[in-house]
């Protein structure tokens, strides 16, 4: 198993501005991923972050919106950039603790409220 | 076009009864099949896996069928208490693939 902790667990932010946000983990693991869920909607994945190569995109998400670093095994952070009313959205981070196995552990989420 | 369908409408039912959630699949090849639960505000908690190699898998009060040729998977909660309100997820894991893909939810009501 594995405990996620996220930061910010929600913020309200001005459009045309930047938030960072923070996934740390208890275990060292692999295979991160960051997920967006919509209002009323379900997951998106958003890209995989495995440490030690770039993050992978998925369609219709991109870098320069949202950055990813995986500095270590154990922690990761996902910049929303340049926000808009439209990136209002609870922002999850998960992993696989088995390298593949399929069951995912995810983090509290991260809502944001873009103004 | 790839699709996993969950009943977006809500399920009512009555405490002690089954509840019985459906998940549909279309042009995947699932390594996996998976069910979470999500309750309000929260992430979601992985609750069963079946490979595509099993047909049934219990848990406690769940189950969880899965037939690859109708491309379905059937999750059954049995004694249904009030607590067991929340929002329930099918998720797939592609054959070969590293990533798990979500369905959209049905929404589940046990009324005491």
């Known amino acids: 198993s594995a405990v996620i902790s996220q930061k910010p667990s929600r913020d309200i932010c001005q459009r045309g501005t930047s938030l960072t946000i923070q996934c740390q983990v208890d275990s060292q693991v692999t295979m991160m991923f960051w997920y967006r869920q919509q209002p009323g909607q379900s997951l998106t994945l958003i890209a995989t972050a495995n440490q030690g190569s770039e993050a992978t995109y998925e369609s219709g998400f991109v870098i320069d919106k949202f950055p990813i670093s995986r500095p270590n095994l154990t922690f990761s952070t996902l910049t929303v950039s340049n926000m808009s009313p439209e990136d209002s959205s609870i922002y999850l981070c998960?992993?696989?603790?088995?390298?593949?196995?399929?069951?995912?552990?995810f983090g509290e989420g991260s809502r944001l409220t873009v103004l | 076009s790839q699709k996993i369908e969950q009943n977006s409408e809500a399920l009512n039912i009555q405490e002690g009864k089954t509840a019985t959630l459906t998940c549909n699949y279309t042009n995947y090849s699932p390594a996996y099949l998976q069910w979470y639960r999500q309750d309000p505000g929260r992430g979601p908690v992985f609750l069963l896996l079946i490979r595509e190699n099993e047909k049934e898998k219990r848990k406690e009060r769940l189950k969880v069928t899965f037939d690859t040729t109708l491309k379905q998977s059937l999750f059954h909660i049995t004694a249904s208490q009030p607590a067991d309100s929340a929002t329930y997820l099918c998720a797939l894991l592609n054959t070969g693939g590293f990533k798990t893909i979500f369905g959209a939810g049905t929404r589940l009501f046990v009324k005491a």
């Open positions: 998960s992993v696989d603790v088995a390298g593949g196995g399929g069951e995912l552990f």
